[in-house]
């Protein structure tokens, strides 16, 4: 087993050597090491080694809100031995966001199946009153300046959801964006912010710890990690939704029976127990999909934000 | 305290374990390694082997992991003090006193004074978690993006006191980094500014690729061909190595502030080490009697830094511990990879796994005792290193920079990066333009500019906030009494321009 595992470790390191060889697919993230999409890949890639019965490499081409891992996958071989592995901003969101984006989501790829959910979840810190979401948004309404909430940046699925809250609410919200999780975390702990939208995965840890609080989460169901937390439509606020699923893509020209084939192997390793049990211990939800299923979804999302970045005139150069 | 005593031996007795003592030690030595390698990271070197923590329980994985972090801390001192080349970004105002000893044929001293400061330092930050955890995250929680833009805005004036030579081109230096540091997508309104089109450029200039390239890569451009250019000497012997008595008396004072800035910095959430290295050089300047040594091998400016970026490291882990919110990349990348074992990271963390959290700590006092045995004797095989031909040193450096520039983001683009910033650095050296502030402006600019505007977007627009909290109204105060002090100076030099230049006086080295 050892052995094994200094094996693939030297794979990694020849890892640009080896993108020619027989066996090995690539999993290209869009994140540096280290973040939540880096981290579900690596965990997913080692099962689907076992499934494929080969190397299965994370490949970390950060940059440009994801349009370098887009165009390094659109670009590659049709063969299905490169897969996306991309967060729902770079496929559904930026279409709308960015006027010219270099990649064309339905001329470029094609879906393969959907990895996990991870909806948004409303957290305040300890000092804040507001005991859940009606609470906070009622305080809004009363409150001399608007609360200030962060997000991870402007378009990232974190601001969305302000931005659904606000209108679901009438709520008087101030956009704060952040680069990334951690410096927005860090604000909201010391009280700068007031409160923020963040993937379960990467707050669990801090609602668990009893530094912040868990006001609602942003979906239809309550969320497997969380069931003592009530969703926001429980609480009577309708309309804000959000799922930043992860799903893998393969370049545009990928042969149907190879998709198939590695949606098989996808669905096979997110059911078996080993990884099921630590995604969901990560925080997010296994849902294995169809690629039908990915590509309504993607749709769906699709023109759901747009929807909404046009109402809100979110406009990025 | 008695508590705190049991569990840290309680740690020890974790760390101490064959198993987990055998996986630090290999962390620390490929750490090292890794370090010594121009443009080789740590977070390449944990993203590598990452796969092989899938098969070690828990403990020994992030004792690998963290040890591989601060092994390539020590190794990346090297890389700056022999060859000009600052692996880590950190280490690159390591570069400017440390370069020219090595060129005086001093390189094992200040290898060794490194090595001191490194262990001094990193103990001192053990210690400071290990007691101090608790009030370090609370003071954290004070520094929010007002108290932020107002220790950058002080860290900016301060560093005009880094250049030296004329101040008009350590201004213009400085403006020139901050120009490089607005390049990339803008935070606030998610715009992409100067980035001409260019995806490479999106995310911002590569602080690694700059460093490299201002440094190392110039530096080789301006001396190729040159005879002077040959760092070797015809003999090292052992005894040079060892820093003298004298050396070592003047170091120390220098390593103490250091491993105090480092400290300070440590508690603020969101300061990279960059900064921090940067800040304890120019504090160093600052209070020198003598400040027209530095540049030209002056020991403190080695000791210093070099201290502040190893107290910096160690307190770093203290949010990351015991919040489980990463300092920067790499702490994330150990965050990931725990998450990974089935272990939640967070506040809860200490109490749920106190085996991993007390582990680590011992562990990285054994992790540095071992840097220390491992790279004292190795000094003099460093510093052999200079005795290869400078025709075949180089190029293998050049090719190393290539392979870590690269591995860094996969990115062909930031080799490139490299390049151009070499070219640029290499014209800059042939005017006299001095390079770092370079560095300083753009590791300061962004950051002033980001909590700035974030200050202000949550004061609706009101510039009081500044002066109303009362961290950073005492910042700003020290920076309007540093201004006030300049311009002072100023005045008094006009008054009787002879006495002043003779003198010697700080304000000429400006």
Redesign the interface.
């Known amino acids: 087993?050892?052995r094994?595992?200094?094996l693939?470790?030297c794979a990694?390191?020849l890892s640009q050597a080896a993108l020619a060889q027989e066996g090995v697919t690539r999993l290209v993230v869009s994140f540096?090491?280290?973040?939540p999409v880096?981290?579900v890949a690596?965990?997913l890639a080692?099962q689907l080694s076992h499934e494929l019965g080969g190397t299965v490499l994370v490949?970390?081409?950060?940059?440009?809100?994801g349009?370098?891992a887009a165009?390094e996958v659109a670009q590659s071989k049709p063969d299905g031995t490169t897969l996306w592995l991309s967060s729902v901003g770079a496929v559904a969101i930026n279409p709308s966001?960015y006027p010219h984006l270099?990649y064309n989501m339905a001329r470029d790829f094609t879906p393969v199946g959907r990895v996990v959910n991870n909806v948004e979840v409303l957290v305040t810190n300890d000092a804040n009153p507001a005991k859940d979401a009606a609470a906070f948004v009622a305080a809004s309404k009363v409150a001399k300046?608007p609360t200030?909430m962060g997000s991870t940046?402007?378009?990232s699925v974190p601001h969305l959801a302000i931005e659904q809250l606000a209108e679901a609410t009438g709520a008087r919200l101030?956009h704060?964006?952040?680069?990334g999780a951690?410096?927005a975390?860090?604000?909201l702990?010391?009280?700068?912010?007031s409160g923020m939208f963040g993937d379960i995965a990467g707050l669990?840890?801090?609602i668990?710890?009893?530094?912040l609080r868990a006001l609602g989460v942003a979906a239809p169901t309550r969320s497997p990690v969380l069931p003592g937390v009530k969703t926001l439509a429980e609480q009577g606020i309708q309309g804000v939704d959000t799922n930043n699923w992860y799903g893998l893509f393969a370049p545009a020209k990928t042969p149907a029976a190879k998709v198939a084939s590695l949606n098989l192997a996808v669905t096979k390793a997110l059911n078996t127990p080993a990884l099921h049990?630590?995604l969901q211990?990560?925080g997010s939800d296994p849902a294995p999909s169809t690629p039908a299923e990915l590509a309504a979804l993607l749709a769906a999302d699709t023109a759901k934000w747009g929807r909404l970045i046009k109402a809100k005139h979110i406009r990025?150069? | 305290m008695h508590q705190t005593l049991s569990d840290l031996w309680f740690g020890f007795g974790v760390a101490l374990q064959p198993t987990h003592l055998m996986w630090s030690v290999f962390g620390v030595l490929v750490g090292n390694l890794i370090g010594v390698l121009p443009g080789m990271g740590a977070?390449t070197t944990?993203?590598?082997?990452?796969?092989?923590t899938?098969?070690?329980a828990p403990v020994p994985a992030i004792l690998m992991l963290a040890g591989i972090f601060y092994g390539s801390q020590y190794g990346g001192a090297i890389g700056a003090i022999l060859l000009n080349l600052p692996s880590h970004p950190p280490h690159a105002v390591t570069c400017l006193d440390g370069y020219p000893m090595t060129r005086q044929g001093k390189g094992g001293t200040a290898l060794g004074i490194t090595m001191m400061s490194s262990f001094f330092a990193a103990s001192f930050g053990i210690v400071v978690m290990i007691f101090l955890s608790p009030l370090l995250v609370r003071v954290?929680?004070?520094?929010?993006?007002t108290e932020i833009s107002a220790i950058m805005l002080l860290g900016l004036l301060a560093g005009g006191t880094m250049a030296r030579g004329s101040p008009l081109k350590g201004v213009a230096m400085t403006a020139f980094g901050l120009l490089c540091g607005v390049v990339g997508?803008d935070?606030?309104?998610?715009?992409?500014r100067f980035s001409f089109g260019l995806?490479?450029l999106?995310?911002g200039v590569e602080l690694g690729a700059l460093c490299m390239g201002l440094f190392g890569v110039a530096d080789f451009l301006v001396s190729v061909g040159k005879e002077s250019a040959q760092v070797g000497h015809a003999r090292v012997r052992m005894r040079d190595m060892r820093p003298s008595r004298a050396e070592i008396r003047q170091a120390m004072p220098a390593m103490l502030r250091g491993t105090l800035v480092g400290t300070l910095f440590g508690a603020m959430?969101?300061t990279g080490p960059t900064i921090t290295t940067f800040i304890a050089y120019a504090l160093e300047r600052r209070i020198a009697r003598k400040p027209e040594r530095f540049g030209h091998g002056a020991i403190e400016g080695v000791a210093s830094p070099e201290a502040a970026s190893h107290s910096k490291t160690q307190i770093d882990f203290i949010?990351t511990m015991s919040?489980?919110?990463?300092?920067d990349?790499?702490?994330?990348?150990?965050?990931?990879a725990l998450?990974?074992k089935?272990i939640?990271?967070?506040?809860?963390?200490i109490t749920e796994h106190p085996d991993i959290f007390w582990g680590l700590i011992a562990s990285f006092w054994i992790g540095n005792v071992l840097l220390v045995l491992l790279n004292v004797p190795m000094i003099g095989v460093w510093v052999k290193l200079l005795q290869v031909p400078y025709k075949y040193l180089f190029p293998s450096a050049i090719f190393f920079i290539c392979v870590g520039v690269f591995s860094s983001?996969?990115?062909l683009f930031d080799v490139g990066m490299v390049g151009v910033a070499g070219v640029i650095g290499a014209v800059f050296i042939a005017l006299d333009f001095p390079v770092s502030p370079v560095v300083l402006g753009y590791v300061l600019g962004p950051m002033l500019e980001?909590n700035f505007r974030?200050a202000l977007?949550?004061s609706?627009g009101d510039l009081s906030v500044f002066i109303q909290r009362p961290i950073s109204a005492t910042f700003v105060t020290i920076s309007a009494l540093v201004l006030l002090f300049q311009i002072v100076a100023y005045l008094r030099r006009l008054r009787r321009p002879a006495a002043a230049l003779s003198s010697g006086e700080f304000v000429t080295e400006e």
């Not at chain 1, 540096?32 to 973040?35: A, H, I, R, V, Y």
């Not at chain 2, 944990?46 to 796969?51: A, E, G, K, V």
């Not at chain 2, 954290?140 to 993006?145: C, D, E, L, T, V």
């Not at chain 2, 939640?344 to 963390?349: I, N, R, S, V, Y």
Request: hydrophobic letters at 45%; a positive charge.
């Open positions: 087993m050892m094994r595992s200094l693939v470790a990694m390191m540096p090491p280290g973040g880096d981290t690596r965990a080692e490949v970390n081409k950060p940059g440009a809100n349009a370098i165009q966001l270099a300046e200030p940046g402007v378009g101030l704060v964006p952040y680069k951690a410096p975390n860090t604000d702990l010391g009280g700068q912010i669990v840890g801090l668990h710890g009893g530094k049990d630590k211990a990560l990025i150069q | 977070l944990i993203s590598i082997l990452l796969p092989l899938y098969v070690i954290a929680f004070k520094f929010g993006p997508t935070v606030n309104s998610g715009t992409s995806a490479g999106s995310d959430p969101g949010p919040l489980g919110i990463p300092g990349a790499v702490m994330a990348l150990i965050l990931g998450i990974l089935g939640q990271p967070g506040p809860q963390l983001h996969n990115a980001e974030r977007l949550i609706r």
